[in-house]
């Protein structure tokens, strides 16, 4: 897959930009606070509806604008496709594909694959369990569009049941209530588990591999799941209706502590996943340098996951990725980047690495 072109009318600091892509790399480059991370951020909106970055979208319309438009088109071997996302305070967000306005924004996800590294995630995905969910959330919604489907529909129900809870610890419902809603949770929960729980035993080899590659230790990366090791192959996962009674049995676990907390308690929206180092957690002991190959290791695993499941390599958007290497690793990303159909990368002016000759440079002038 690639993208060939790109137009922002607006978008953040872009008044209008119109942008042509190559396939292979691209290096976007350009002064601090010039857009670059701006336009890989765009490029996602095509994929994902939404912000990368988990803005908001009234934030990506410029100061003093009162809309932004993103357009795009991209390659996906057989043809070409086109993605509009525009939004505006008053009208809503809009989305077009080929030129037909979409019903929901939903179904936009997974036309368009991309895999996005910043040096911010980092810190963020590797210290919070939320921003690690999200991650997983936003790659496997890519593979398939049930599963974003499902997050909703869990989203919505566990909205309704907290607030039934925090009405039960009042004294102002009827406690029958809160077993509905259980079994309403535990049916789209107990899909996000088990696709959460596939997905992760699907990724943990190549986060594996590219993890040996990417350091200089001897140390194995690996990931756990709930605290405790992965399931060895997709057959040890549990049945759906297994993990349907887990869930089940989890709700019903402790029905006077969620009244007085007054919100679900356990369930997919506080399930954790997580990484290690020889089986520590990278997350508390890991070297900065070592957080930064787990997250490149894991966009390799990423991009090897979306490719299995689509059928076409994603487009991948490596933002500002040589400050966070030394020049060993730098040049190890680029010669694992040959293996895609498209990369785009951005440096400010002097990146640290041997970029190849091929590379289409674009320039963002002052
Ligand atoms: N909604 C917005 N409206 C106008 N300008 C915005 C908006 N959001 C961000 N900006 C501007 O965009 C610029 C930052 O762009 P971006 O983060 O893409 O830069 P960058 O080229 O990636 O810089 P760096 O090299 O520091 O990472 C800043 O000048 C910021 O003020
Ligand atoms: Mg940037």
Redesign the pocket.
């Known amino acids: 897959m690639r993208i060939c072109q790109i137009h922002l009318r607006p978008f ?2 872009f008044d209008h930009l119109d942008l042509d892509f190559g396939a292979g790399g691209v290096l976007i480059i ?1 002064d ?7 336009i890989l951020e765009a490029i996602s909106y095509l994929s994902l509806g939404k912000s990368i970055r988990g803005a908001r979208d009234q ?5 003093h604008g009162t809309w932004f438009d993103i357009r795009g088109m991209w390659d996906d071997g057989q043809r070409q496709h086109q993605a509009r996302v525009f939004y505006s305070a008053e009208e809503g967000k809009r989305v077009f594909l080929d030129g037909a306005p979409l019903q929901r924004v939903s179904e936009l996800v997974s036309q368009f694959n991309t895999v996005h590294f910043s040096p911010e995630d980092v810190a963020l995905v590797l210290q919070f369990s939320a921003q690690r969910r999200r991650l997983l959330d936003i790659l496997i919604s890519q593979a398939y569009s049930s599963y974003l489907q499902n997050l909703q529909r869990y989203g919505r129900v566990l909205t309704q049941r907290n607030h039934l809870l925090r009405q039960l610890g009042q004294r102002r419902a009827d406690s029958a209530e809160a077993g509905v809603w259980a079994s309403q949770l535990a049916e789209p929960g107990a899909a996000i588990r088990r696709s959460r729980l596939e997905a992760l035993v699907e990724l943990a080899p190549t986060l594996k591999s590219s993890y040996s590659g990417f350091s200089t230790g001897r140390e194995q990366a690996g990931i756990i799941y709930q605290d405790a090791e992965l399931p060895a192959t997709l057959a040890a996962i549990p049945s759906t209706d297994e993990l349907r009674t887990t869930l089940l049995d989890q709700l019903h676990a402790d029905p006077v502590k969620e009244q007085r907390a007054g919100y679900t308690l356990a369930g997919p929206h506080r399930d954790s996943f997580g990484f290690t180092l020889d089986g520590e957690s990278a997350e508390t002991y890991g070297s900065q340098g070592q957080l930064k190959s787990i997250l490149l290791s894991w966009k390799m695993a990423e991009s090897r996951y979306l490719q299995t499941r689509s059928g076409h390599q994603p487009v991948v958007l490596f933002d ?1 990725v040589f400050s966070e290497l030394d020049e060993m690793r730098a040049q190890q990303l680029l010669t694992l980047a040959e293996d895609f159909d498209q990369v785009i990368l ?1 440096a ?1 002016r002097n990146p640290g690495a041997e970029i190849p000759a091929h590379y289409q440079r674009i320039e963002l002038s002052n």
């Open positions: 953040r600091n350009g601090n606070g010039r857009g670059k991370s701006n934030q990506a319309i410029p100061h500002d951005t400010p």
